[in-house]
DNA sequence: TTTTAGCATTTTAGTGTTGACATTGCTAAA
DNA sequence: TTTAGCAATGTCAACACTAAAATGCTAAAA
């Protein structure tokens, strides 16, 4: 158990550290706390011990260790509230009616990694929980067929089918009416059950290729399906700001593991709130944090994360999630 | 003029400092042309005189200057082969008839970003000269309207419009139902004007509200038709693997050049074959080539690009731009 | 006239030294 | 328990020195 001084002690110099990145010395801390620099130093042997503290060498100055940001994040910090003006910003993008959900949310981590000069990436943007409104086809030059998915919130994808050229529109326009008339309203993941237990069983009734035509639109649903689940940067260059990041290894390194995107894994198994983790646990680097939150904008669930150094501003940034955890997802009627 | 001595040596300059990175000595090229290193070095000083060779400093090596890698591209240099394995990837890409156009070109930088590790991009996918070819609306839950504008080549853009509650279905539908019979056909950069020519002074005869529903429209054909003027990246941070590249900063610079893209303009002036533009031509930075093609299949035109160090394999570059060129724009029937 | 050998010259890269500075750990006194 | 004082440790920048790599130039050889 820490004593008050100590977690004061500690307090400051993380909060010193992720200000300047540099190794806080005994003497700028004895200025603050009243006591001689003899005393504070003392105390940080005794931190150290604790393995909340680091030193480089050994005369440098103490810096926090992976458990020293992890006591300071559970124990210490206190979330810091947004500007009002980002705040403002930020109320402007959700509250845009002419972008559509998917552009919303890119947007929207956009300001956040312009806010936090940290990298920001969502990940979901789950139109999975879309209900289908309408499927629509469009005839162009040769056997191609335009098709599209419009579900109820508005998204739209589309995919070019190629048709053997001994289909009639006649039957494809058939076939499209009957998925229309059976599918509208399901949600976009139980598409696929849905037209193997009401469409296939019936669909050679009405149509006469029926087995081409079915295939071919079960195939493009499913390819549409997968094709949503995915995730989306921004800011990915950002830490070729931070000091630490000074060498191209360490940046390359960075961006390879960003491309390889396993370690989103880790960003869908916790629970709800805002999540931390500091160095190792992000499964990037260890000299990397993420902080992450998922959301939930009327019924499209989701993840944004923040990916910053280890130094990174934990105060802030968990401040900004925690107000659009609760202040979007709620509220919202999107 | 230059004597053929001095352009063997040239030649073996500069591939040598693609190869290694580092300055060329006398000492190593007087092995292959069996003369003295005192021989090349006179030669060498012509073609400093030329403004073909640079020196980093007095007892450097040689390396090419800008114009140096200009007169090797433009005399010496001989395009490279693709490797078999590499020609079969690429025409499984374009022969993938399940993806439609744009996935497909994604997928091909993608390749073509591998095969060299220089970045890709790609441009344009201009739909601009698509026609229109159907506008459909549908609603969707409380005053928005889901607008998809389609085209003859199957490119679809869609937007949400947010229209005032005064006005009806039946009149957004009448305003639909007159621009498709009015506009359809027209290349996409086109209908601005087609709007203000043909609809906008009888759109008052048949609707009621028609200046929201006319501007709405107008803003958003506006809109779409920028949209889609749009630039893909494969391999953004390939450079990172190049020696010169070895500092932050300029890694930086590089990163926002991309991310700014007016670039870019430069690559649409020209005319065609496959364009070579060095150093300071390039518009990005004095260290990096673009090299560019146009492509054009089936009547969708854009520019196939690939950014690397100045010290770029040309040869192998400009051979697989050459060899697209060639071989997907003219036989692939897409 | 062209080529070459030889040599002084220029510059980098690496290494070692030095002194100033920052900071710590320890000890003994307050 | 706190503090003053001091030796010890390590960084950092400046400087000098050396070895290596090339070059330019000159004068002799081909």
């Not at 004593?3 to 992720?18: A, G, N």
């Amino acid at each position: 158990m820490l004593s008050e001084r100590q977690k004061e002690i500690l307090k400051y110099i993380v909060e010193e550290y992720i200000k300047s990145a540099k190794p806080v010395s005994s003497n700028k801390i004895c200025n603050i706390l009243n006591c001689s620099s003899a005393t504070v130093r003392n105390e940080m042997v005794i931190l150290e011990e604790c393995h909340l503290l680091e030193k480089n060498h050994f005369a440098s100055g103490r810096q926090p260790s992976e458990e020293g940001y992890r006591y300071y994040v559970n124990n210490l910090m206190q979330p810091k509230n947004m500007s009002g003006e980002d705040m403002l910003k930020l109320q402007t993008i959700f509250h845009n009616n002419s972008l559509d959900l998917s552009d919303t949310i890119k947007k929207s981590i956009e300001l956040v990694s312009e806010i936090t000069n940290y990298t920001a990436l969502v990940l979901g943007k789950n139109a999975k929980n879309n209900r289908l409104k309408k499927v629509q086809t469009v005839p162009l030059e040769e056997n191609k067929v335009l098709t599209m998915v419009i579900t109820d919130k508005g998204f739209v994808e589309h995919k070019i089918l190629s048709l053997p050229s001994s289909i009639s529109t006649n039957e494809l326009q058939k076939t499209v009416d009957l998925i229309n008339r059976l599918v509208i309203g399901t949600p976009l993941d139980e598409i696929s059950e849905k037209l193997e237990y009401s469409v296939k069983p019936i669909i050679g009734k009405y149509v006469k290729q029926h087995e081409i035509l079915y295939n071919t639109f079960y195939d493009a649903f499913n390819e549409i399906n997968h094709k949503n689940n995915d995730v989306h940067f921004a800011g990915k260059t950002k830490f070729l700001n931070q000091p630490e990041f000074n060498s191209v290894d360490k940046v390359k390194d960075i961006l390879n593991k960003f491309d390889n995107i396993s370690f989103v894994e880790k960003m869908t198994e916790e629970d709800n709130g805002v999540n931390v983790y500091i160095g190792s646990d992000s499964d990037i680097s260890d000299d990397v944090s993420i902080v992450k939150t998922k959301y939930n904008i009327d019924g499209d669930e989701g993840t944004i994360a923040i990916i910053g150094p280890k130094r990174m501003e934990y105060d802030k940034v968990v401040g900004l999630l925690d107000y659009i955890k609760q202040n979007i997802g709620g509220q919202n009627e999107k």
